[in-house]
């Protein structure tokens, strides 16, 4: 019986280690033969340390000015999907810019992307997003009193920490952007601006007591606010494939921002 229990024991040991072995050589091939986010940038800009930041930049046709959105991408790095996304809106009369927030790696692998939310200084992430929204907002084509931050989970929580940073950012679109801790109007920081909240009621990674407490705050700070919780839908319900669908949440979500931003942006002197 002991004999068995050791060979059991070994076994498990041999199996869990041949798991991880796999998961991390995963992980380091797709470091280096995998995407970058490079990929997806076509702009540089410096960051505060004097890296150099990189950036897909989406501008309208014409000479402006033009207001500006800051659109912070998902766990995953900076991809594809939401380059498509920041070329939509600029089809809505935006300039805008999606930053890398991860200095270059981007991964569709969740193990990956949670070793980049848990290993990435979150004070250089701050930084580097304060200097894309100062790029941006320099742009001679942009009216930097016209700018908003937006972004999608990560990029959601981002966006809330860039307006709650920076006083001067006119509108703030947090999309499912959870762990966000707000009890008071104190926990908004700087945010005094309008802010569109867009979350799914069937997302079991924010409670809806985290919303409710944020709708709370905003009420008693007297900011112009949106939050929308749309039913039967989880985390992560809009992507760049569906947001043209109004008859579903991620359709009709990308109108309601689309509303948002034209009423506070486009037609804000």
Same mark, same amino acid.
């Given at each position: 019986?002991?004999?068995?229990?050791?060979?059991?024991?070994?076994?498990?040991?041999?199996?869990?280690?041949?798991?991880?072995?796999?998961?991390?050589?995963?992980?380091?091939?797709?470091?280096?033969?995998?995407?970058?986010?490079?990929?997806?940038?076509?702009?540089?800009?410096?960051?505060?340390?004097?890296?150099?930041?990189?950036?897909?930049?989406?501008?309208?046709?014409?000479?402006?000015?033009?207001?500006?959105?800051?659109?912070?991408?998902?766990?995953?790095?900076?991809?594809?999907d939401?380059?498509?996304?920041?070329?939509?809106?600029?089809?809505?009369?935006?300039?805008?810019?999606?930053?890398?927030a991860?200095?270059?790696?981007?991964?569709?692998?969740?193990?990956?992307?949670?070793?980049?939310?848990?290993?990435?200084?979150?004070?250089?992430?701050?930084?580097?997003?304060?200097?894309?929204?100062?790029?941006?907002?320099?742009?001679?084509?942009?009216?930097?009193?016209?700018?908003?931050?937006?972004?999608?989970?990560?990029?959601?929580?981002?966006?809330?920490?860039?307006?709650?940073?920076n006083g001067?950012?006119?509108?703030?679109?947090?999309?499912?952007?959870?762990?966000?801790?707000?009890?008071?109007? *104190?926990? +908004?920081?700087?945010?005094?601006?309008?802010?569109? &909240?867009?979350?799914? $009621?069937?997302?079991? /990674?924010?409670? !809806? =007591?985290?919303?409710?407490?944020?709708?709370?705050?905003?009420?008693? *700070?007297g +900011?112009?606010?949106?939050?929308?919780?749309?039913? &039967?839908?989880?985390? $992560?319900?809009?992507? /760049?494939?569906? !947001? =043209?669908?109004?008859?579903?949440?991620?359709?009709?979500?990308?109108?309601?921002? +689309?509303?948002?931003?034209?009423?506070?942006?486009?037609?804000?002197?």
């Amino acid at each position: 019986m002991k004999k068995a229990l050791k060979w059991t024991g070994i076994i498990l040991l041999v199996v869990i280690g041949g798991g991880l072995a796999l998961l991390l050589g995963s992980m380091a091939y797709e470091s280096v033969a995998g995407p970058q986010a490079t990929d997806f940038t076509n702009v540089t800009y410096e960051a505060a340390d004097g890296a150099t930041l990189h950036g897909y930049l989406a501008e309208p046709a014409g000479e402006g000015p033009f207001p500006a959105v800051v659109l912070i991408h998902e766990w995953w790095g900076l991809n594809e999907d939401i380059t498509k996304i920041a070329d939509e809106l600029a089809s809505e009369g935006y300039v805008v810019l999606a930053p890398d927030a991860y200095r270059g790696q981007t991964t569709d692998q969740v193990q990956r992307a949670l070793y980049f939310v848990s290993t990435i200084p979150g004070e250089q992430i701050e930084s580097d997003l304060d200097q894309a929204w100062a790029y941006v907002r320099g742009l001679p084509n942009v009216d930097g009193e016209r700018t908003a931050a937006m972004g999608f989970c990560f990029g959601g929580r981002q966006a809330f920490g860039l307006g709650a940073r920076n006083g001067e950012i006119t509108a703030v679109v947090d999309y499912y952007g959870g762990g966000v801790e707000v009890n008071s109007p *104190a926990d +908004l920081g700087q945010i005094d601006g309008p802010f569109l &909240g867009i979350f799914g $009621a069937e997302d079991a /990674s924010i409670p !809806l =007591s985290e919303v409710e407490a944020l709708e709370n705050a905003l009420i008693e *700070a007297g +900011l112009t606010h949106q939050i929308i919780v749309y039913p &039967g839908v989880g985390h $992560a319900f809009l992507d /760049s494939e569906n !947001l =043209s669908d109004t008859s579903q949440a991620a359709g009709q979500a990308w109108q309601v921002t +689309l509303d948002f931003l034209n009423t506070h942006l486009q037609n804000e002197s």
